[in-house]
């Protein structure tokens, strides 16, 4: 089997020198397995991305000795594979509509003393789970905005257990997706989630190994469902370390001094960058 890769930025800003650890990291794998490698733009939410932040992307990447097979994959440019996802889940009875605003739920939240957590912050205490087919229908008939949910508890019910993946540095995991309640998979001006997203397009594309940092390695778990639900083949994973600042702080794109184009005008070289971040 041929090992298959991708980085997959969001054009939502400049590149740092944590994006060129994350995509030399990807790179290199694909290259040391005679493996490909794919680039993917994840320019799902059009209120952050810019086609400039592309351009530059593209143009960093290329500078620091990347090479990537075309067509590039623009989430953008595929929202009947996320549509058909949806329609999918939905055929499954696992999706629910859910018209809370953000307000609603933190009143709800601050409501329940109890209230439980994930790794995003606490989770949704489920308020439109439990709404009859009768009022969904008339509340989104009504033209009321609503995002879509994963129904976790009833997706975790109608597939075969346990769900598992793997992971280069910690082995066998079993997944548990309910750690992020019942999470976002599409929204009114968003229509995919990145968890959706991501996992529709590893498989479309077929990635067989899927590296990033390990600030993801939770939403995995996530993923691990959706592929189940949608009878996805499982790809390994590398979740790796995240490069830190000399305050141990993660890299921003706020922080003009370590984007690529800064350190490239600076005179500084590919070699020297992967001196820096240890590859
Ligand atoms: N667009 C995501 C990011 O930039 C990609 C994460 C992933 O590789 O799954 O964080």
Redesign the pocket.
Known sequence: MILVT?????PTGPLHIGHAF?ALFAFDAARAAGGRFLLRI?DIDASRCRPEFEAAILEDLHWLGLRWEEPVRRQSDHFADYRAALARLEALGVLYPCFCTRADIQREIAASPAAPHGPDGPLYPGTCRHLGTAERQRRTNSGEAYALRLDVTRAMASVTGPLTFHDDGHGTIVADPAQFGDVVLARKETPAS?HLS?TVDDHLQGVTL????HD?LP?THVHRLLQALLGHDVPAYRHHRLLLDENGQRFAKRNRSVTLQSLRESGVTPAEIRRRIGL
């Open positions: 991708r980085f997959a930025p969001s994350a994840e990145y991501v899927v590296t990033r940092g993801l939403a």
